[in-house]
């Protein structure tokens, strides 16, 4: 079942240390995170533990087999895709409590199609040209804040 305050979703993450960092993130902030589809490492993988520190038993985690269950699962929910290719920055969405802001793997990003698809849902971060992308544990950051900012939520 999905968090009524946030929901921070990693399609096919590659790179445990950036999923164990975005884990700790969600324990941070009270969000639930979902992986998705075939992930690049075990979930024993000591660099995701490592990365997650002592924040595992304050995290939700819900692995699900693909974007379509989750998405059939949470039909009146709004899905944010973020991609460096999408026109709308992120600052142009208006997110609400318990939406669901979705990553892609590591060294491809969303697929283009699903991108097409969901064109007014696709966000970006800012960046200078001639860079390609940032860090997928800082992404997450970025984006679950301007939520909760949104929110008007004090979490302390």
């Known amino acids: 079942m999905k968090s009524e305050f946030l929901n921070i979703v990693l399609y096919e993450p590659e790179i445990p240390q950036n999923t164990g960092n975005i884990a700790r993130l969600c324990a941070c902030i009270g969000a ?12 024993s993988d000591r660099y ?7 924040y595992w038993d ?3 985690i819900e692995q ?5 269950e989750l998405r059939e699962q ?6 944010y895709y973020f991609t460096t290719k999408a026109n709308n920055s992120y600052y142009d969405m208006n997110f609400k ?3 669901f802001l979705v990553f892609g793997p590591e060294t491809r990003g969303l697929s283009e199609e699903l991108l097409k698809e969901n064109q007014n849902f696709c966000a970006k971060i800012p960046m200078k040209k001639n860079t390609r992308s940032l860090n997928l544990s800082n992404s997450a950051a970025i984006a679950a804040y301007e939520a909760v900012r949104q929110f008007g939520e004090n979490l302390d």
């Open 32 to 43: 639930k995170l979902y992986l998705v589809g075939k992930l690049g490492f075990v979930l």
């Open 48 to 54: 995701l533990k490592r990365a997650g520190l002592d």
């Open 58 to 60: 304050k995290v939700e």
């Open 64 to 68: 699900v087999l693909t974007l379509d």
């Open 74 to 79: 949470n039909k009146n929910s709004n899905f």
């Open 97 to 99: 409590k318990g939406d």
